[in-house]
T-cell receptor, first 116, second 113 residues
C-alpha cells in the first residue's frame, strides 16, 4: 500500500508526442504537487493543487497541463514533447497547513521521461 | 534566483567518518528547514527538519546545526555508513500558507568502506 504512487515509472517517446503521468495518494492529504528533477538532480516545483484547486503554477510551458479529478489524484499531461522535457517527474503530497502540519512533503518514486 | 545554496556538490567519506553538508539561504521569511534523502530510483524522503527557534536538532546519527544570524544551516552525519550513500537535499519554506518548498541543488554522498 504505497503512500504516493505514480504510473508509469518509465516513459520513452519521440519528440512531438503527447504523454500523461498519473499520481494517486492514499494519505488523505489535501495538497498535491508535481516536481521536475533534471539530469543534475535539481528539484523544481511545477504545480501544486489543494482540494482540486490550482494554487501554484511555476512558469511552466502551457504544453504541461495538470488535472486533479479529486484530492487524491493529480495527473500531468504533456503535449508536443521536446528533448528538454526529459527528466524525472515526481508527484508529492502534504497535509494542508494547520496546527499539526510539519511541512513534510511525501514523494512518489518518480516517472522517468525520455524524449528521443 | 536560487534562494538556497548547497555545498559541496559531491562528497566522499570513509566509513565511520563525519559527513558535513552546508546550506545558506537568503529569504529571512523561511521558517522551516528540512533535509531530504534520496536513494537512486526513489523519491526524496524527509530525513530531519528544524525550525529557527533552535540552534541544533539531533536524531540518531543525523544532526542539523542552524545559525540564524548567518542564514546558514548544515547537516552532520556521524559515523557515516555505506548505507548513507545517497543524494541529500536541504530545503526551506515558509509556514502558514501552502507549502512552496525551495530545494538546494543536492549533494551526492558516497561512503566508502
Amino acid at each position: 500500500d504505497t503512500a504516493v504512487s505514480q504510473t508509469p515509472k518509465y516513459l520513452v517517446t519521440q519528440m512531438g508526442n503527447d504523454k500523461s503521468i498519473k499520481c494517486e495518494q492514499n494519505l488523505g492529504h489535501d495538497t498535491m504537487y508535481w516536481y521536475k528533477q533534471d539530469s543534475k538532480k535539481f528539484l523544481k516545483i511545477m504545480f501544486s493543487y489543494n482540494n482540486k484547486e490550482l494554487i501554484i503554477n511555476e512558469t511552466v510551458p502551457n504544453r504541461f497541463s495538470p488535472k486533479s479529478p479529486d484530492k487524491a489524484h493529480l495527473n500531468l499531461h504533456i503535449n508536443s514533447l521536446e528533448l528538454g522535457d526529459s527528466a524525472v517527474y515526481f508527484c508529492a503530497s502534504s497535509p494542508s497547513p494547520g496546527l499539526a502540519y510539519t511541512g513534510e512533503l511525501f514523494f512518489g518514486e518518480g516517472s522517468r521521461l525520455t524524449v528521443l | 534566483q536560487q534562494q538556497v545554496k548547497q555545498s559541496p556538490q559531491s562528497l566522499i567519506v570513509q566509513k565511520g567518518g563525519i559527513s558535513i553538508i552546508n546550506c545558506a539561504y537568503e529569504n529571512t521569511a523561511f521558517d522551516y528547514f528540512p533535509w531530504y534523502q534520496q536513494f537512486p530510483g526513489k523519491g526524496p524522503a524527509l530525513l530531519i527538519a528544524i525550525r529557527p527557534d533552535v540552534s541544533e536538532k539531533k536524531e540518531g546519527r543525523f544532526t542539523i546545526s542552524f545559525n540564524k544570524s548567518a542564514k546558514q544551516f548544515s547537516l552532520h552525519i556521524m559515523d557515516s555508513q555505506p548505507g548513507d550513500s545517497a543524494t541529500y537535499f536541504c530545503a526551506a519554506s515558509i509556514s502558514g500558507g501552502y507549502q512552496k518548498v525551495t530545494f538546494g541543488t543536492g549533494t551526492k554522498l558516497q561512503v566508502i568502506p
